[in-house]
């Protein structure tokens, strides 16, 4: 059997079950950073501040995670990748046992924050021990199955999270992931393979020398740059159905369920396409994501063209993600957690990016039209970096071509 049949096997053999693992982890991660926009008013009302003050809630946690992933991923470097795991999902819980006691805004706030922290290092290690347990060949799969977990918190976990605050109080959603997330961290405990004995060792000197490559500094601006387009229109979805479509404000919900199952299949499904040709994926998504927003651009007073768009939206906006993590990983070769947490903090620092500046479209003349076109505009730079990593890898091809028809030296 040939090298390159054996990868095709490998690829389409069983993940391990520590991908799914994995994956559960990510859903429990992906279910806190969004379920609060569903509860603010109780919480709100609880707490007794604005609701715009609860919203401080959602914007601590993403400045944890942009911060707090490369912060974490060096801070456990020396630790075995299981305890590190493990060890993120118990302090992910003990900071919600403590949002569910509090009537302390600053220490919810404070909780929020360090609960972002451990979900950084959670990201940033599951994505490494998930392309490293499935080997080369299936690692861009089993990172659409990880990182499917947070697509699929959209689909079930924000709503139903959401549905639960509202009916026995919002404190009741963080007592529940308190709980997973402590059956979550002895599976993972138990699953998570021990590191290597052989291989070099960990190192903040191996890590920070990885980011040489400018691939990864490439592999980075398109993680920013993805979510930075997608989630500029999609923070402000709400508005632009409620005000050009006419749709009621009770089927917004309906509709972002319609989205994250979209995100959901693309995650996966472009996980496992980009394990064979991930540079045809890349431009495919990025040429549908462009297409998609102009789209939406110029056709959201149809409320039935709308909704499939924002749900097309989620499936090519999406599924890039696990190619572009994949390729961080591998860039950055022998060490690669550092790699693989800034592709973390890149897509956080996209969405704020992208989001701050579509908060100002949408006080624009373009009204709700605003945020799509500026996810528009920065979906149009997505074949910056695409280009360059895709000349890069032509001209080392290129390279290699013109060394082996030199032949040996005589």
Known sequence: MSSDTALTVAAKARLPLVTYVLAAGTFLMGTTEFVVAGILPEIAHDLGITVANAGL???????????????????TLKLPRGVTLGLSLLVFAMGHVIVATTSDFALVLGARFVTALATGAFWAVAAVVGAKAAGPAASSRALGIVLGGGMLANVIGVPLG??????????????????????????????????????????VRAELASLKDGRVWLVLAGCAIVCGSSLAAYSFVSPLLTTNTGLNSSAVPFILVGYGIGAFIGSNLGGHLGADRPYAVLFASAGM???????????????????????????????????????????????????SALSTSSFNLGTAIGSWIAGYALESTLGATGPVVVGTVIAALYFVPLGLLLGVKERAAAGEAATMSAGPPG
């Not at 809630?57 to 801070?75: E, L, N, Q």
Request: hydrophobic content about 60%; overall charge positive; proline content about 7%.
């Open 162 to 203: 959401a549905f639960a605050g509202q009916a026995i109080g919002w404190r009741g959603p963080f007592w529940a992931l308190a709980v997973l997330a402590v059956l979550a961290a002895v599976a993972v405990y138990r699953l998570v393979p021990a590191d290597p004995a052989s291989g070099p060792a960990p190192s």
């Open 289 to 339: 994501t462009f297409l998609v927003l102009a789209a939406l651009c110029v056709s959201s007073h149809n409320a039935v063209v709308t909704v499939a768009l924002i749900a097309l939206l989620g499936l090519f906006g999406m599924s890039t993600n696990p190619i572009l993590i994949g390729m961080a990983v591998r860039y950055a070769g022998h060490a690669p957690t550092l790699a």
């Open 57 to 75: 809630t959602i914007t601590v946690f993403a400045i944890g995670m942009i911060v707090g992933t490369p912060t974490m991923a060096i801070a």
